[in-house]
């Protein structure tokens, strides 16, 4: 076949955070995605090239391939930028202005409340210049592989609190209720940032459950990563996110959710939801959701699906 007649192959435009090249979630996301790309190969005959964009440009986005298929000329770009990290208006702002944003033609964003914010956020101009956008919820997945239950481990405590972005006074209400109506059962508390991968995966697996303290993540992948533990979660969900101008009701903690994974609530619910939860605990089978749903395979698969239409 002839180089001109040839399938282009299919070019991914990465924005990586040098600043979190260990550790943070756009790490995680383009190793994850580039692994899913290839554990998805089979799914189709097109080739896939990962292209890491230089610093300071803030995009996901499909590059331009010169192509002398006149069809094929232009392929329109996607994004899926730094703010998907971040809740800084400033970061929202500065895409806006971005000559990137002003040629994408398709964005996607990591959960549906985040569109919504970055839609509050962003002057579109007019609602034309804004439905002319595609815009698409695409979730990254996480490894299935090794956030995964330990084969014939015994559960060495009842629960872990993981705590991140809530108030420290709703720490102690959730200690205090757990202390003063389950006193018997036990656990531990992980603190974001202060943590690595194993300790998380370690936790999960050790743990009948999770609760979760959080208040806005734009996918949530540590959710993901816990689910994928076969540890259900009961979590305390801020429920909305409260910007200089606007509020936005919703889910904004652990976006990824199905009934299976567990009970969402609130501290306000604690004393109602928390016992239900505890009685239906035997029912939650969370790790199979994720894996179908989520896994680096199925994530990848679905972006494709996207970008290719």
Known sequence: MSLATATPPLRIGVWFDVAHISYGGPALVLIGTILGFLQDAAATARDVMILLNAVGDVNWS????????????????????????????????????????????????????????????????????????????????????????????????????????????????????????????????????????????????????????????????????????????????ATKYVGPTFTLEGATSVTCWDACCGRKSHMTRLATDFPLFMDSLATYAPRRWVVENHSYAAAAHRLREIISR
């Open 62 to 237: 499909i590059g331009r391939v010169e192509d002398p298929d006149s069809a094929r000329a232009k392929i329109p770009r996607a994004w899926y930028g730094p703010t998907c990290f971040t809740h800084a208006d400033a970061d929202v702002k500065d895409l806006s202005a971005s000559a990137v944003w002003n040629d994408c033609g398709r964005v996607l964003f990591p959960s549906a409340w985040f569109r919504d914010y970055v839609s509050c956020g962003l002057p579109y101009g007019d609602a034309a210049r804004a439905g002319a956008r595609q815009q698409t919820v695409w979730s990254a997945g996480v490894d299935v592989d090794f956030y995964s239950p330990a084969a014939g481990a015994e559960k060495t405590q009842d629960y872990f609190i993981y705590f991140k972005s809530q108030k420290y006074d709703d720490l102690c209400a959730l200690q205090k209720y757990l202390f003063n109506n389950y006193f018997k059962i036990r656990g531990s508390v992980l603190v974001y940032y202060h943590y690595d991968p194993e300790m998380l995966r370690a936790a999960a697996r050790a743990s009948k459950f999770c609760i979760m303290l959080d208040a806005t993540e734009t996918q949530g992948l540590a959710a993901l990563e816990i689910l994928a533990c076969d540890c259900p979660m009961f979590v305390l969900d």
